[in-house]
C-alpha cells in the first residue's frame, strides 16, 4: 500500500503564489509517475500535470506557463507551485501515484486533497 499526504492549499488573492507538496510513504517502486490534479465544484476532476521518476513532465494548458511540477526523489515528495493564479484555479486539488509492478499490474493512489481557493 501506498499513503499520500498533501500539505500547502490555501486562499490566496488573485495573482499570488501557493506551492502544493506531497509526500508519498510505504511500497513505491523506483520507475512511477506522480502528479496533481484538480477537482472544482460541480466538475470533473482534470489533469493539473504530472512527472515521471526520471522527470519528463506534461501539463494541462490552462496552467502551463504559471505552474511548475518538480520532485525529489530521495523522499518521494512532488511538489507543485502555483504562480499567477486565477480565480478558476479554485479547486480541491488531489495528488496522484501511478506505478507498475514487475508483472504489468498498474496501481494508482490518491491523496486526500487540498483545498485551493483564489479570490478576484
Known amino acids: 500500500q501506498v499513503q499520500l499526504v498533501e500539505s500547502g492549499g490555501g486562499l490566496v488573492q488573485a495573482g499570488g503564489s501557493l506551492r502544493l507538496s506531497c509526500t508519498a510513504s510505504g511500497s513505491i517502486f523506483s520507475i512511477n509517475v506522480m502528479g496533481w490534479y484538480r477537482q472544482a465544484p460541480g466538475k470533473q476532476r482534470e489533469l493539473v500535470g504530472r512527472?515521471?521518476?526520471?522527470?519528463?513532465?506534461n501539463y494541462a494548458d490552462s496552467v502551463k506557463g504559471r505552474f511548475t511540477i518538480s520532485r525529489d526523489n530521495s523522499k518521494n515528495t512532488v511538489y507543485l507551485q502555483m504562480n499567477s493564479l486565477k480565480p478558476e484555479d479554485t479547486a480541491v486539488y488531489y495528488c496522484?501515484?501511478?506505478?507498475?509492478?514487475?508483472?504489468?499490474?498498474?496501481?494508482?493512489?490518491w491523496g486526500q486533497g487540498t483545498q485551493v481557493t483564489v479570490s478576484s
Open positions: 512527472i515521471g521518476s526520471g522527470e519528463s513532465t
Open positions: 496522484n501515484l501511478q506505478q507498475s509492478s514487475r508483472l504489468g499490474t498498474s496501481y494508482g493512489y
